[in-house]
Antibody
Framework: EVQLVESGGGLVQPGESLRLSCEASGFTFTNHWMHWVRQAPGKGLVWVSHIDGDGIATNYAGSVKGRFTMSRDNAKNTLYLQMDSLRVEDTAVYYC?????????WGQGAMVTVSS | QAGLTQPPSVSSDLRQTATLTCIGDSNTVGNQGAAWLQQHQGHPPKLLSYRNNNRPSGISERFSASRSGNTASLTITGLQPEDEADYYCSAWDSSLSGWVFGGGTKLTVL
């Protein structure tokens, strides 16, 4: 069974950092691009970033570019999202998702709250 | 901000048919088609269809998708109470090199 399990969410103050992890199982991790998508409370889905299977190519939404860094450790089947200089508007549930022609499988999400 | 346009809400009667729409452009829906996701309150999104009308294993045939130009549609037949949820369309945006989503449609089953 394909599974994605996020961890690392929490409450931080504006300007602080947080790192999310997403542990994958049930598929060949290196064969797939992976994505982070977030959803602010009561709002819709917003794509955040993606990374290719080798971990070489990445791309980011304009709202997080320069502040967030996506990476992966294929030996550990784990995806990461390093979030720096966090803002109140980054408050959301962050989902990791496996791509196979579309965002095929989603994790259960990790809540990130940025508040003073 | 949403890159695709969806109506905020749609309602239809139990056991009837509902059609949800999603408007994109030539860089999104008109390029590689759209995918549809279902999300129940408090749960992660679940893929219903991709590349217009391919259903993942386990998804009911009551869900069917189509595309005409830059507009994608999801038709749900034989509506059931459990179909009441938020539905999102998504598409790869070739100009952004990233995924874009609609703002979501809340489906109410009367």
């Amino acid at each position: 069974e394909v599974q994605l399990v996020e961890s690392g969410g929490g409450l931080v103050q504006p300007g602080e950092s947080l790192r999310l992890s997403c542990e994958a199982s049930g598929f060949t991790f290196t064969n797939h691009w992976m994505h982070w998508v977030r959803q602010a409370p009561g709002k819709g889905l917003v794509w955040v970033s993606h990374i290719d299977g080798d971990g070489i190519a990445t791309n980011y939404a304009g709202s997080v570019k320069g502040r967030f860094t996506m990476s992966r450790d294929n030996a550990k089947n784990t995806l990461y999202l390093q979030m720096d200089s966090l803002r109140v508007e980054d408050t959301a549930v962050y989902y990791c998702a496996k791509e196979a022609g579309s965002l095929e499988v989603w994790g259960q999400g990790a809540m990130v709250t940025v508040s003073s | 901000q949403a890159g695709l346009t969806q109506p905020p809400s749609v309602s239809s009667d139990l056991r009837q048919t509902a059609t949800l729409t999603c408007i994109g452009d030539s860089n999104t829906v008109g390029n590689q088609g759209a995918a549809w996701l279902q999300q129940h309150q408090g749960h992660p999104p679940k893929l219903l269809s991709y590349r217009n009308n391919n259903r993942p294993s386990g998804i009911s045939e009551r869900f069917s998708a189509s595309r005409s130009g830059n507009t994608a549609s999801l038709t749900i037949t034989g509506l059931q109470p459990e179909d009441e949820a938020d539905y999102y369309c998504s598409a790869w945006d070739s100009s952004l090199s990233g995924w874009v989503f609609g703002g979501g449609t809340k489906l109410t089953v009367l």
